[in-house]
């Protein structure tokens, strides 16, 4: 039979959502099941977001705005910087697509450490990039030394997730200078903050003390803080220049009316997305130091969920968790991701793992 696909994408391994709750509940015959897998913040949407959507559908015949203008504004006026820097999309993951479209050419390198965020080799390989990945440190951190021995003079773009998808830890700004330093200027350097507003080490910079480095780009989401995670919207701040290519790059129309009237209303609500944050934060404490009990080898987390180290027991854990209605996200051979929910979700959790672990 005729392949009429490229071979290379049989053997890149797809992107694995976190399993339906519905189904698992239909499934085991409970009337919900827990989904702590794909770290939402389990608080609902933020006041006023489901009106601006349901006020924005009116006009969902109409193409939205391209150029993201009111949006672009608004996000230039709380974050401090000049619309032209900010480039927006479907999510921040579509916008890591659209850097490494804007940046490489076949054969070119995008290093990224790894274990990490798992989009990161199917946006390198279905743009006909290579992917190099740079193992991580035995406490699951970025290896920042090793990833700046690895740029190469094909190297084109380099992505730090921080903090670090799936393993929560994250990296100090000492570390990201010797890096930034050390990372010649015609290598782009992406910092991938999706989880940044639920850092609380003063010494994990916000990287967008970086953005005036010409060669240093910001990835943001609204989907976890903000809420928006069913909508789609992220940004990034870069320099002019980038920013520019990278809008002409990205699918026309690709942010929806009733998404960028989502994210106008969520940004205005920006005490109580803190307020929702701190609670995630304190039940983060809570989680990770009752679980760290039973796994000492948990690390330090700085987003919305726990990485536990389980290697090779990771699916079986993962499926004695859904065995009792509570969604998890296994990574096999390394580890199981945990999502912070509510407190009782987090107590159903816990009650498993003390069983299990």
Same mark, same amino acid.
């Given at each position: ?150 740029? @190469? ?103 929806? @009316?009733?998404? /960028? ?40 987390? /700085? ?55």
């Amino acid at each position: 039979m005729t392949k009429l696909t490229r071979p290379d994408l049989d053997a890149l391994p797809p992107y694995v959502p976190g399993r339906s709750p519905a189904d698992l509940a239909r499934e085991l015959g409970l009337p919900e099941a827990i989904k702590l897998a794909s770290n939402e913040v389990p608080y609902g949407p933020l006041p006023g977001v489901v009106e601006a959507v349901t006020e924005a559908a009116a006009t969902a015949h109409r193409y939205p705005d391209m150029g993201v203008l009111a949006l672009r504004a608004a996000l230039a006026e709380r974050y401090g910087v000049a619309a032209d820097r900010i480039a927006t999309g479907c999510g921040s993951v579509a916008l890591a697509e659209s850097l490494v479209r804007a940046t490489c050419l076949p054969g070119d390198e995008v290093v990224f450490a790894w274990r990490s965020f798992e989009a990161y080799p199917i946006i390198a390989a279905t743009s006909g990039a290579t992917a190099v990945r740079v193992p991580n440190t035995a406490t699951h951190a970025h290896d920042l030394a090793a990833m700046a021995a690895a740029v @190469t003079p094909q190297t084109r773009l380099v992505l730090l997730c921080n903090p670090n998808n799936p393993t929560g830890t994250a990296l100090r700004r000492a570390e990201i200078d010797r890096f930034l330093d050390a990372v010649p200027a015609d290598v782009l350097v992406v910092l991938d903050e999706a989880y940044r507003e639920f850092v609380t080490d003063a010494d994990v910079p916000d990287g967008l003390t970086y953005a005036d480095r010409p060669n240093v780009v910001v990835l943001r989401t609204l989907s976890k803080a903000w809420g928006l995670a069913g909508l789609r919207m992220g940004f990034l701040v870069a320099q002019p220049e980038v920013a520019g290519a990278i809008r002409k790059v990205v699918t026309p129309f690709s942010s929806s @009316t009733t998404a /960028q009237a989502a994210a106008l209303a969520a940004l205005g609500q920006a005490d109580e997305m803190r307020r929702r944050c701190d609670l995630v934060i304190e039940e983060r404490t809570r989680l990770a130091d009752r679980v760290r009990v039973l796994l000492p080898e948990v690390p330090e987390t /700085q987003a919305n969920f726990v990485w536990l180290p389980l290697g090779e027991r990771s699916v079986e854990f993962a499926r004695a968790c859904e065995a009792e209605g509570v969604i998890v996200r296994p990574f096999a051979g390394d580890g199981v991701r945990v999502t912070v929910g509510t407190p009782a979700e987090n107590d159903a959790f816990l009650k498993i793992a003390d069983t299990v672990l």
